[in-house]
């Protein structure tokens, strides 16, 4: 990892982008939760040399994975393919159908157009017809489908044989993966890192593996580039006054960006205060970056630092608590003009930490439940409230 001070090339010098991605070169991949963990949290760092690329604090990397090679074998096997067949690839053009399953299409969750050519070649009555055949039972598909991919279907349906060129049609484009970058380019020069939580879990009686996050976990190696492109998040930038404090939510991979944050924060002496919640299940295993966070709280780089680990006692407690319990100074730093930002899961996190903010701004700031959404509100229209959930 350098520490040396850079500044970014602009991204008008390069001829990569989304359409024409970047092979990335591996620097590094390092295990960031604790052996016993109940997650594998993996630290990446990836090399731009030669790209000609810049991003800026808050982006995101776009990657484009490669699947799992041994689910391609089990499902060429599954068709009764070779792999050496030749079909069309997602742009159109002709590739064997081993590279198209690997790199062009999903091969994992089927899309409707594979579950409608089981359904219609299967013999008598099913629960996937029924399902299919009524638009209001869409929840009950999703439900009946959860956790079932491609190959299920292959493996319990043998009597439905499929042409090679045939299945791939039925299948969607391989669509890449957005990472928040948890580097400050200023800090790491020709550098990105990542911040990936592998998705592994099992349903159906098989081990599953997320493509993305586990392409990246397992698969790449020196010999194998990251294609990679950068997403843009121009509505999760820093503040443009580096005096303007910071408060900054980041849970589980929600610490990334903020990584990144305090990294740009330092090298460039912005003189305003910064504050991170951080949570995870437990502080032994799963306190992500914990040096780096309390060398930065040591240095004075991070002016509060307040951490809920959900699984160390018997109640759960999660960053809002934390919040919650700092209220009146945190309502201090909103009068101030703080900035206040969340990263990490959308379903249940971000909303929460939503509601906590408006307690908030009821209790230590003496509003009622009205003015204190008109007050969230109005942090919203000003661009203080910046959110980047997944
Ligand atoms: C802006 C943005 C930033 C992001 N930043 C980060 C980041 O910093 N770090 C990070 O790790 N991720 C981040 N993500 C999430 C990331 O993009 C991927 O979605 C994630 O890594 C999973 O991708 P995958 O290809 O590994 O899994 P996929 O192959 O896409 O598999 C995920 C799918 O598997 C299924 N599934 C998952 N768990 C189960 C289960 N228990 N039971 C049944 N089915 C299940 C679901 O259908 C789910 O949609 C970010 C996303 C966005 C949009
Ligand atoms: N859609 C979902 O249901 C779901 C759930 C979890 C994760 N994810 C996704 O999984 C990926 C990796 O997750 P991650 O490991 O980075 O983090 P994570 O699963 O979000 O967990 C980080 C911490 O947040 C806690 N947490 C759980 N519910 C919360 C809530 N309502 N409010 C505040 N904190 C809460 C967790 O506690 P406990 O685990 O002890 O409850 C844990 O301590 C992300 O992409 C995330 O979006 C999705």
Redesign the pocket.
């Known amino acids: 990892m350098s520490t040396e001070t850079t500044t970014a090339t602009p991204a008008a010098a390069s001829p990569y982008s989304r359409k024409n991605p970047f092979p990335g070169r591996l620097l590094v991949n390092r295990l960031l939760s604790k052996d016993g963990s109940g997650k594998e949290i993996r630290h990446l760092e990836i090399s731009l040399a030669g790209s000609g690329l810049s991003y800026e604090t808050g982006d995101?990397l776009g990657v484009y994975?490669d699947n799992d090679p041994a689910l391609v074998e089990e499902t060429l096997a599954a068709l009764g393919a070779t792999g050496e067949e030749t079909v069309p690839g997602s742009d159109g053009q002709p590739v064997p159908l081993r590279l198209a399953l690997l790199r062009h299409y999903q091969i994992?969750?089927p899309g409707k157009q594979f579950l409608e050519a089981i359904a219609a070649r299967s013999e008598g009555a099913s629960v996937i017809k029924e399902l299919l055949a009524d638009p209001l039972r869409k929840d009950d598909l999703a439900k009946y489908t959860?956790?079932m991919e491609v190959i299920d279907f292959l493996l319990t349906h043998p009597s439905i044989r499929f042409a090679p060129e045939e299945f791939v049609k039925l299948l969607r484009k391989l669509q890449p993966?957005?990472?928040?970058i948890?580097s400050s380019q200023r800090v790491h020069g020709d550098e990105v890192h990542?911040?990936?939580?592998a998705?592994r879990?099992e349903?159906h009686g098989r081990p599953?593996k997320?493509?993305?996050?586990?392409f990246l976990a397992e698969r790449v190696e020196d010999h194998m580039p990251v294609p990679l492109f950068f997403h843009s998040a121009k509505h999760f930038r820093l503040p443009e006054d580096p005096a303007t404090p910071v408060i900054m939510v980041g849970p589980g991979?929600g610490i990334?960006p903020f990584r990144a944050f305090l990294q740009e924060r330092q090298a460039t002496g912005a003189p305003g205060k910064n504050w991170l919640f951080f949570g995870d299940q437990k502080a032994a295993y799963d306190y992500l970056y914990r040096e780096e966070l309390e060398e930065m709280r040591d240095g004075g780089v991070l002016t509060r630092l307040d951490t809920a680990f959900s699984r160390d006692q018997a109640e759960k407690i999660y960053v809002q608590q934390r919040m919650l319990e700092n209220a009146d100074e945190l309502w201090r730093w909103l009068e101030e003009g703080a900035y206040f930002y969340v990263c990490g899961d959308a379903s249940r996190m971000a909303k929460d930490v939503d509601a906590a903010l408006h307690r908030i701004v009821e209790t230590a700031g003496g509003k009622t439940p009205e003015e204190a959404a008109l007050y969230v509100e109005a942090l919203k229209k000003a661009k203080r409230y910046r959110r980047?959930v997944?």
């Not at 993966?177 to 928040?180: A, F, G, H, N, Q």
């Not at 997320?210 to 586990?214: H, I, K, L, P, T």
């Open positions: 995101s994975p994992t969750q959860h956790g993966r957005l990472y928040s948890s990542l911040t990936v939580a998705v879990y349903s599953r997320g493509v993305a996050s586990v991979t990334a980047d997944y």
